[in-house]
């Protein structure tokens, strides 16, 4: 019996709820107003207020296009297994392993800022197997430092924190005569490679003054022709990287190109080598 009461008791209350709802929605569509559910993931929320907000929007294609990344035998060759330590999305694993393969003919290293679990760095270990380069990584490994509270107040510091550092070099283990694993904090970790040239930089670390250092340290010391891969550079809660992409760019002659997937990209162009 009480199971009873109880029962129509919450169905009443649904009803209930049920009827408020569409009493007020008819109620907001006789003034031309109406009640839509809204995704309140922190990118939705961010793009709301971001500068330059109205050019933030859900991109669809028009119709079905290429899309190697779901599956693609060339593609899966580097990704297998990638997916399980990375917060990079298939369809940014496979313009990273793209640039990577051109800029393998470059002459200059590799490098990543931001390598968390270490999953994009196994993609790029991969894409440099049998080839003559170092790719340097740097993290704290402890996860973000402290962060501008204006610039990137979707982030908080000690975010994509892991246990140790020894998990990422055991998934490295198999290239570890080629990678060279800087921990600690950038951009002190630079220390040491200023003379040293780049083919590439996958610039991974959603921070404004983070980007900024990764910009000022691997421009000038990029090879013409040479990538610089920003991942967050569209997404509107590390709009701190964009702020500082663009305003390190603003008096350079390469532009950062926006990509569909939310990264961006630089080459460095073959006359402004210093
Ligand atoms: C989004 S995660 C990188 C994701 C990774 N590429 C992947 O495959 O999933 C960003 C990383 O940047 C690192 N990071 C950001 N700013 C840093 C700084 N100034 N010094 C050291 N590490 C930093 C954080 O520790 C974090 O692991």
Redo the contacts with the bound molecule.
């Keep these: 019996m009480k199971y009873y009461i109880r029962r129509s008791y919450y169905r009443l209350r649904r009803l209930y709820r049920a009827l408020s709802i569409h009493l007020c929605k008819s109620l907001l569509r006789r003034f031309n107003y109406g009640i839509h559910p809204v995704s309140e993931s922190v990118d939705t929320l961010a793009a709301l207020t971001v500068k330059e907000s109205e050019y933030y929007t859900e991109w669809h294609s028009p119709c079905p296009l290429f899309t190697p990344w779901v599956g693609h035998p060339d593609f899966q060759k580097v990704y297998e297994g ?1 997916g399980r ?4 999305s298939p369809d940014r694993c496979y313009i990273l392993k793209s640039l990577a393969d051109y800029a393998t003919h470059l002459n200059g290293d590799f490098a ?10 196994l ?1 790029l270990c991969r894409v440099l197997n049998n080839v003559d380069k170092t790719l340097y990584l ?8 402290k962060c501008d509270e204006e610039k990137d107040q979707w982030f908080h510091a000690g ?4 246990d140790s550092a020894e998990s990422v070099k055991q998934i490295l283990n198999d290239f570890k005569d080629a990678i060279d694993i800087r921990k ?6 630079f220390q040491g490679l200023e003379n040293h040239r780049f083919a590439f930089a ?1 610039l ?4 404004y ?2 980007a900024l ?1 990764c910009c000022e340290f691997f421009y000038p010391r990029l090879v013409p022709g040479g990538i610089l891969l920003f ?2 550079y569209g997404f509107p809660a590390a709009r701190g990287e964009k702020d500082a992409v663009d305003e390190f760019f603003a008096d350079k002659v390469e532009s950062p190109m926006s990509l569909p997937t939310g990264q961006a990209i630089v080459i460095k162009a073959p006359s402004c080598e210093k």
């Design positions: 990638v330590y990375t917060i990079v990543e800022c931001g390598v968390y679990k270490g999953g994009t760095a993609l740097f993290d704290s490994f402890e996860g973000l430092p975010q994509f924190a892991i600690g904090w950038i951009p002190d970790t996958h991974d670390v959603d921070l003054q983070s250092d991942d967050e």
